[in-house]
């Protein structure tokens, strides 16, 4: 099963990242390979890739959320 994660470079997605990759095919995206405020970028990662799965275990920080509240 193809499996796609965001939000790889912190704690809990490289563990979700390391625990799914023996026996799955993961594709694994930090905040550097994808922006997820850019919604045509998530669209279209997911539409070429085609996972079976998203694990999204991205965040915004609170102060980015309290600068600009339609992020939250």
Do not use: W
């Amino acid at each position: 099963m193809k499996i796609l994660i965001v939000g790889a470079g912190g704690l809990v997605g490289k563990e979700f990242a390391r625990q799914f990759s023996n026996g799955h095919r993961v594709l694994a995206l930090t905040h550097r390979d994808l922006d997820i405020t850019d919604t045509p970028g998530v669209r279209s990662v997911v539409l070429n890739e085609r996972p079976a799965l998203v694990i999204n275990c991205a965040v915004l920080g609170v102060d980015a959320c309290e600068l600009d509240p339609s992020l939250a």
